[in-house]
């Protein structure tokens, strides 16, 4: 577990295509991938993490770039665990297209 989420009650992970997935109540909110920590975007909060810089996760695949609805989660909100706890319930309302 990361320590970023310690403290924080009812955070679970589990390994996932070759990073981990995190969990709150059984339902996902953020990912690792390639040593970054990225939540789940949608309309209601992407633009929280683009006003702060945040860019989306990019993969490469055999049909080119793939960019999925995650977002890399900015330093200041890591260093603060009530704005923390906030996004990740924002991430967990984001509803499946």
Do not use: C
């Amino acid at each position: 577990m990361l320590d970023v989420f310690q403290g924080i009650d009812g955070i679970t992970s589990k390994r996932m295509f070759g990073g981990f997935g995190f969990y709150r109540s059984g339902k996902i909110f953020g990912i690792i991938a390639e040593g970054k920590l990225y939540f789940k975007t949608g309309d209601t909060n992407r633009h929280d993490f683009e006003k702060l810089g945040s860019k989306p996760f990019v993969f490469s695949s055999k049909r080119g770039s793939v960019t999925i609805s995650y977002y890399e989660l900015p330093l200041e909100i890591m260093e603060d665990k009530e704005i923390l706890e906030e996004w990740i319930e924002k991430a967990l309302e984001v509803k499946k297209k």
